[in-house]
């Protein structure tokens, strides 16, 4: 297992680290490339690259009639998740609300190797109906999003760093499975899932779509909710995350605001320092229901006159 410390956790809090997507291009021969901006931890690390480039050009290459692709993790690989999950698994049970517990508990992710995205759907789809597809990188907005209403979870198949294994604002493995799968493996979000891809088919321009995107990012990726007299975290971000796990409670923490989350701008390469809380499970899974349930192009606009 991998030795890893809080010390980078630490200064991804405080920006010393700062880092971006990485963008995939395909060249006129069909070679796939990850590019890894100057700051990224492996961007001087040649195999680090080649491997993201060839987990890239499987994912670039495959078909929804084409079996999932199957890498073959390697031991830093598997000992990276291994790491993280371990680090995870005690906080999970001190700070993680009871339905993600739940999912966690339904799902039965290995702590001990990287899995395969045929397995989780294996795992998944009889609980909820949601199957795990690659992607190489980043989805389009609108294609990952409008994905969840057909029972579909996007995933890239790479893992971070190793040398930064704690934390990582790219959405690798760690983040999308054991973030989102944990996740959508509960009922009640999975639901919340499927809604959200359904309001993005009522939507057409591209500012509803990102107002909805970033509540989105408020509350399944980042929510927290009151069970009882604890603070509790659900969202996908911060429970993939052993640094956002263990430190969501020192963040500002604000009573849910549809309109407040959809025009917050945030950062993604820092810990997260504002959160939105809901008072109760059932709060929670209510509001966020009847306001996906309605969601359309308006929506922004209507919250906004009420606001004023």
């Not at 509960?186 to 591209?206: F, M, N, Q, S």
Request: with cysteine.
């Amino acid at each position: 297992m991998l030795d890893i410390a809080r010390d980078g956790d630490q200064d991804r809090r405080m920006g010393v680290i700062p880092s971006r997507y990485s963008p995939v291009h395909t060249g006129p021969g069909g070679e796939v490339t990850v590019e890894l901006a100057g700051d990224h931890p492996g961007f001087t690390d040649v195999a680090y690259r080649a491997r993201r480039d060839q987990l890239a050009s499987l994912a670039t290459g495959w078909r929804p009639d084409l079996p999932i692709p199957t890498p073959a993790y390697t031991e830093v690989e598997h000992s990276v998740w291994e790491a993280v999950s371990a680090s995870l698994e005690g906080l999970h049970e001190e700070l993680a609300c009871v339905a993600f517990l739940e999912g966690k508990d339904a799902v039965r992710l290995p702590a001990d190797r990287v899995p395969q995205l045929s397995e989780v759907t294996a795992s998944l789809e009889p609980l909820v109906g949601f199957r795990y597809q690659p992607v190489a990188g980043l989805a389009p907005l609108r294609d990952f999003y409008r994905s969840f209403s057909d029972g579909v979870f996007w995933s890239t198949q790479y893992l971070r760093h190793p040398s930064e294994p704690l934390y990582t604002p790219e959405p690798d493995a760690i983040h999308e499975v054991i973030g989102h799968a944990n996740q959508l493996a509960a009922p009640g979000y999975a639901a919340i899932y499927r809604l959200v891809g359904a309001a993005v088919d009522r939507t057409r321009g591209e500012g509803a779509l990102r107002f909805l995107s970033h509540v989105f990012w408020y509350s399944m990726e980042f929510g927290v909710v009151w069970e009882g007299a604890d603070l509790k975290a659900f969202g996908a971000g911060i429970l993939s995350s052993v640094g956002e796990t263990a430190g969501f409670r020192e963040a500002d923490v604000r009573p849910f605001d549809f309109l407040a989350m959809g025009k917050a701008e945030y950062d993604i390469t820092r810990f997260q320092p504002l959160l939105y809380s809901w008072s109760s499970p059932s709060e929670l899974e209510d509001s966020l229901s009847t306001f996906l349930d309605s969601y359309d192009d308006s929506t922004p606009a209507a919250l906004l006159r009420r606001a004023g």
